[in-house]
Nanobody
Framework: QVQLVESGGGLVQPGGSLRLSCAAS????????MGWYRQAPGEERELVAT???????NYADSVKGRFAISRDNAKNTVYLQMNSLKPEDTAVYYC???????????????WGQGTQVTVSS
């Protein structure tokens, strides 16, 4: 069993900051890419940012220069620092990880349960 648990969401005013965390635990042999996605009401889930095991990053154009993704491989944790938040950033944020399961020795992508981020005055 593998679990991804997000934390750090909440309510913030426009222009504010939040830091999301996502910790993977369980039967993990290795983790490759990790990422953050978001889904606003009535919208499809969209990519926010991804990071490879060696630290190469990729961002959606809408968050470039405002968000920063990072990871701690020793802790199997990925972070998303969100600055200069806008109302349009309001969404449920999900983390994912592509990993090799230690028990089954199979690769698959796992998702967290999501954390709500609301940007409003």
């Amino acid at each position: 069993q593998v679990q991804l648990v997000e934390s750090g969401g909440g309510l913030v005013q426009p222009g504010g900051s939040l830091r999301l965390s996502c910790a993977a635990s369980g039967s993990i042999f290795s983790i490759n890419a990790m990422g953050w996605y978001r889904q606003a009401p009535g919208e499809e889930r969209e990519l926010v940012a991804t990071i490879t095991r060696v630290g190469s990053t990729n961002y959606a154009d809408s968050v470039k220069g405002r968000f920063a993704i990072s990871r701690d491989n020793a802790k199997n944790t990925v972070y998303l620092q969100m600055n200069s938040l806008k109302p349009e950033d309001t969404a449920v944020y999900y983390c994912n990880a592509g990993l090799l399961d230690r028990t089954t020795m199979t690769r698959r992508v796992y998702w967290g349960q999501g954390t709500q981020v609301t940007v409003s005055s």
